[in-house]
Nanobody, 122 residues
Framework: QVQLVESGGGLVQPGGSLRLSCAASGDIFRIYDMDWYRQVPNKQRELVAAITRSSSTNYADSVKGRFTISRDNAKNTVYLQMNSLKPEDTAVYYC????????????????WGQGTQVTVSS
C-alpha cells in the first residue's frame, strides 16, 4: 500500500508564511504528478498547485506569486511554501500523488493524504 502524510499546517497571522510537506511511503516504484488541493466546509475541493516529475508547475490564479510548489524525488516528498497568507487561504490542505507500485509498476493510481488544517487569522 501507499501512504501520504502531510505536515506543517497551523495558525498564522495574515501576511505570514507556512511550509507544508507531504511525504509518500510504502510500495512505491515511481511517483508522477503531485498536487496540493484545499477544501473549506460546504465547498468543493479545489486545486491549489501541481508539479510534474520533471518539476513543471501550475498554480491556481488565487495563489500565483504567493505559493510555491516543489518536490524532492529522492525523498518522495512534495512541499508547498505559502507566503503572504490571507484569511481566504484558510482551509484543510490535501496532497495527492499519482503512483506506480513496485508490485505492479505498469499501473498508476492516485493516493490522498489525510489533510492538514491551515488557519489564517489575527
Amino acid at each position: 500500500q501507499v501512504q501520504l502524510v502531510e505536515s506543517g499546517g497551523g495558525l498564522v497571522q495574515p501576511g505570514g508564511s507556512l511550509r507544508l510537506s507531504c511525504a509518500a511511503s510504502g510500495d512505491i516504484f515511481r511517483i508522477y504528478d503531485m498536487d496540493w488541493y484545499r477544501q473549506v466546509p460546504n465547498k468543493q475541493r479545489e486545486l491549489v498547485a501541481a508539479i510534474t516529475r520533471s518539476s513543471s508547475t501550475n498554480y491556481a490564479d488565487s495563489v500565483k506569486g504567493r505559493f510555491t510548489i516543489s518536490r524532492d524525488n529522492a525523498k518522495n516528498t512534495v512541499y508547498l511554501q505559502m507566503n503572504s497568507l490571507k484569511p481566504e487561504d484558510t482551509a484543510v490542505y490535501y496532497c495527492n500523488a499519482e503512483v506506480s507500485k513496485r508490485s505492479s509498476h505498469l499501473v498508476r493510481s492516485v493516493y490522498w493524504g489525510q489533510g492538514t488544517q491551515v488557519t489564517v487569522s489575527s
